[in-house]
């Protein structure tokens, strides 16, 4: 059964004191705990923008400001990293449906996140260093979306490591 608002805000507001518990460790460690994916996954607070002909719920903007806005009581980390989520499970939205279907198809629990071609060089940082920002790691995230939405010229495709019709890129947690 589809969700409607008001059961989100209660989910996102149940989850509140054990975020707050571990808020502390997502601020040390500089990335999200593995249990507040897992509860936020569980309560599946991931799906409020993604399409429901890819296996979310396709609410409104209302309730993914109002459930982003209910999880930053407990981590405002965690709201950040779930309201970047919601964007790009919406944007993904956009894209062809076979894009879409490569993303959601085999996994409609997929996470979606950004990415860019700076992306391999923070990887790099942080391999060097042990240290990333939030919304940079790899962790928890199943697919991450490219910056190459369209066709790109001969030129430009020769300069990147993308393939030359790219909408997305994977990559494996």
């Not at 209660?10 to 808020?23: D, H, K, Q, Y």
């Not at 407990?74 to 490569?102: D, K, N, R, Y």
């Not at 979606?112 to 940082?125: G, K, L």
Request: charged share 20%; glycine share 6%.
């Amino acid at each position: 059964m589809m969700p409607d608002h008001a059961q989100l805000v209660a989910r996102a507001a149940s989850l509140v004191p054990t975020l707050r518990a571990r808020a502390a460790e997502a601020e040390q460690f500089r990335r999200l705990p593995d249990a507040n994916v897992a509860e936020l996954r569980s309560a599946g607070l991931f799906k409020v923008l993604q399409p429901r002909r890819c296996g979310g719920f396709e609410m409104s903007l209302h309730t993914h400001i109002d459930t982003v806005a209910e999880i930053a009581r407990g981590c405002g980390s965690t709201a950040w990293c779930m309201g970047v989520i919601h964007a790009h499970s919406w944007l993904l939205g956009s894209f062809p449906q076979e894009a879409q279907a490569e993303s959601y198809g085999a996994n409609p629990d997929a996470i979606v996140a950004p990415s860019s071609h700076r992306a391999a060089r923070r990887e790099r940082s942080r391999a060097a260093t042990g240290s990333t920002g939030f919304g940079r790691s790899r962790r928890a995230v199943s697919m991450r979306t490219g910056c190459c939405w369209a066709p790109r010229s001969p030129a430009r495709a020769a300069r990147s490591s993308m393939p030359p019709n790219c909408w997305c890129r994977h990559a494996t947690s």
